[in-house]
């Protein structure tokens, strides 16, 4: 009990009895007086020997010799992970489900709204004809009006051979579908066309 | 702390990677549209419109003075039609329309339609209409190749 007592970690009831006793008691008082004595003479020794210590870039030392090894990039992203459920469960869940119940709702709708890739434009346009090589006639371009576009080519053998009256009625018959009236091929027979480019048509 | 810190900077730049990596890989990707290919088999046999959708199709030959009165759907498919290879229809009198990506400018594709014997277009693909192109004789008819945009 005396050696707490002059270390000072007694509490105050114990300090009260303690010191009660050396009042009384010679022999304890002397043990006290000694052990207050080593006491002193073991902390000038200590604070002689911490003195010649050099303690410069001592806590970064003891810092580098706690600090464990960095771990996989893989294990330190689990841990991560796990720690923001861990500690922000309610905030993460929370994010995950708006972002889900946005990308339900949203994409659809982008994708409703959105043209398919290469429909920018209104509607379907024939850009250009290119008539088939050794082509005698020039084809046929009719604009229906729900915007479509009808191309037809009236058949070769038919205007080279539409000559003799007898197979005038064969030609209107094979002129493919066309009645008599209907908008007729441009001249014939075109060898060299030159090939249509831009604009409506 | 700082541990963590650079843990979540690594997993947002993570992250990052992975949605920029499927964008990056479609770029280098074949350029691709899609278009509806339908062969329509038009005759002056019988007054058959088979499927019934083609009555519009009929309505608008005739007010452009064809004189067909049947018409008959023989096939119908949704291309895929790329830049670097041309895509075949198959026709039923044996030959083949093919169809090519030629370019696409401000979202605009031009696709070239060719068919043996008959005329080489060049079709700017847009959200309505549709381009009839005959195809070539069948079967004491006339075969049409319809190009439109696929139905959503």
Known sequence: MLSPYVDGELTPAERVNVERHLSACRDCTGRAADLRAESGLLRVGLDMAVDDVDFKDFALKVMARVTPEKPPLLERLKLSLSEMFLYQRTAMVSSFATAAVLALVAVPLLMRDRAPVGYAGERMTVKAIQPYQDARVAPVVMETDNGGTII?????????????????EELQEDVGGLRKGGRQPGPKPKTDVERPSGGPL | MRTHVTSGRVLLAVLGLGLLMPLVARAQEEQKVRVQAEVVLASRKGSEVEPPELVKMKEQFE??????????????????????????????????????????????????????????????????????????????????????????
């Open chain 2, 63 to 152: 007010k452009q003075n064809f004189n067909f009165t049947s018409f008959k759907r023989v096939s119908m498919e949704v291309l895929e039609v790329g830049d670097k290879k041309a895509v075949e229809v198959k026709l039923p009198n044996g030959s083949n329309a093919s169809l090519q990506l030629l370019g696409m400018k401000d979202g605009i594709a031009t696709v070239r339609v060719a068919i043996p014997r008959q005329p080489t277009l060049d079709v700017e693909l847009g959200r309505q209409g549709a381009v009839y192109q005959k195809a070539g004789k069948h079967v004491g008819g006339e075969l049409i190749l319809v190009l439109s945009p696929p139905s959503r």
């Open chain 1, 152 to 168: 037809w080519l009236v058949d070769d053998e038919v205007q080279n051979g539409a000559s003799s009256s007898e197979e005038d």
